[in-house]
């Protein structure tokens, strides 16, 4: 099984960027599907971006057009490049295979207007 560890949340400013990152370990990273979950408060799980192993990649019509997942697999990362960013998009992103197993503790993500 893989396990994930998340990174790069913080504080922006509206209109702003972040990059997050998720570094995965187990031997079979490279063949599972890979997305962006994130939950914000008083407000069910969603999935944002999704990365299949071959590099196809799916986005919730939310973020379509502001968010960029990516793979390298020679290094078990996933990323995903946040850009102009809402205050809506405030909450704890996890990243995880698509469709999810296990969770971890996520990165918060925060938006300030």
């Known amino acids: 099984q893989v396990q994930l560890v998340e990174s790069g949340g913080g504080l922006v400013q509206a209109g702003g960027s972040l990059r997050l990152s998720c570094a995965a370990s187990?031997?079979?990273?490279?063949?599972?599907?890979m997305g962006w979950y994130r939950q914000a408060p008083g407000k069910q799980r969603e999935l944002v971006a999704r990365?299949?192993?071959?590099?196809?990649?799916n986005y919730a019509d939310s973020v379509k057009g502001r968010f960029t997942i990516s793979r390298d697999n020679r290094k078990s990362t996933v990323y995903l490049q946040m850009n102009s960013l809402k205050p809506e998009d405030t909450a704890v992103y996890y990243c995880?295979?698509?469709?999810?197993?296990?969770w971890g503790q996520g990165t918060q993500v925060t938006v300030s207007s």
């Open positions: 990365i299949s192993s071959s590099g196809s990649t």
């Open positions: 187990g031997s079979t990273f490279s063949i599972n599907a």
């Open positions: 995880n295979t698509a469709p999810p197993r296990w």
